[in-house]
């Protein structure tokens, strides 16, 4: 006797036309990658409209904050509270005070410390402050709109299917041996289809990979062929992608997601280990990346400009230079042998503590450590879809400690889509508790 396994599909409710419109529009931010990596004219001003649709009246009830979407909250608002005291007029002895070293610099170096803001550059601080308000808001309304399972794979459709663009175009630029979209750059760069850096284009591939898996699974298991053939040709793209990119840090990325997930989610221990091998396997030894695990240049590069960016936050220890000020105030301190302007630490927490000080450090390592118990949490649930959404917001956070991918918009917005995902996921299964 032949037995037959029926799988019985999830039901599907029903979404009204303002949530199906703050659907559209908040998938429209998943696209900005497209856009020469987010780097547009507008690019703001067009967020906050997707962010402002989804907050459209609906017959549905508000979903409640969970303790940790609370903590979130407090330790944002706390970390913009900090960041812009930088930006308030302060008078010289003050100054002294709170930065000594910087403001030694900037009286030898012929400036006017007295009565001005400790930020080294206001207007970019002003901005950044403004992008860290505006990923807020896209968090929020990202987890507003996703509390039903409906939205949240019509949202990480549009993930993968923007990152796999950036794969397939990255592929194509690899065999071609020439920029299709970013031309004119200096020699050193190294475009990667619409990033202008290959290493950031690398963390957007690892974000979406766990969901496109996830979708081929899920697809498969519902017996719709044309969605499960999709999502594995996104995978297979998305996978490729990774492997000729090149990129040391999204490689590494990759695997911490990769042993992340497989230590906290559900399954026998031999075969966790098993298959962490054989992603090992997969995205490093064959890659661009591993042949370039020689390459001690821009190690040494790294190595040096962290030490100069440890002086620097040596002499403005409490507030920092203002958010985004790196790029202004690094030149005095420069000891990189290289005639180049570097706007960046190439480690986030570091240029958080540059620009920010050690309070603001402490801050992202609070809100890091948060997120990563909501992931552990999420993990270990029966449903791959909602794993996946946690091993998708790990990958930006594990890529920022060798990069500035947060500093991104192509890879900044798609992760803040992300962790509104997860915090809906998560917010949803504390209710159903309570």
Known sequence: MSRTHAVVAEPVPTVSEPTRAAIVALAGIALVPLLLGGFVPGLGISVALACAAAWRPRAEPLLAPSTATRQFALLLMAALAWSAVTLLPLPLRLHQWLAPGATALDLALGGDANAVSLSRDPAATRLALLALALGASVVAAVRHVGRTARARALLQGALIASASAVALLGIVETFLGEPLLQRGLPAHARPFGPFANRNHAGVLLVLALPLALAAARRASQS??????CAATGASVMLLLGLLVNGSRGAALAALLVTLFSLLFARGRRGA???LS???IAALVLPGAAFARRGDATTIAERVTLAGDALRMAGDSPLLGIGLGAFGSAYPPYQTVPRDLRFRHVECE??????EGGVPLLLL????????????????????????????SALAVPFHAWCDFPLRIPGVALPFAMSVGLLLAVHDAASEGAR
């Open 223 to 228: 017996q719709r062929r044309a969605a499960g």
């Open 272 to 274: 966790k280990l098993l």
């Open 277 to 279: 091998g054989a992603v």
């Open 349 to 354: 927490p570091l240029e958080l503590l540059v």
């Open 364 to 391: 992202a390592l609070l809100a890091l450590a948060l997120l990563l118990r909501v992931a552990t949490r999420v993990l270990a649930s029966p449903r791959l879809d909602d794993a996946a959404l946690a091993a």
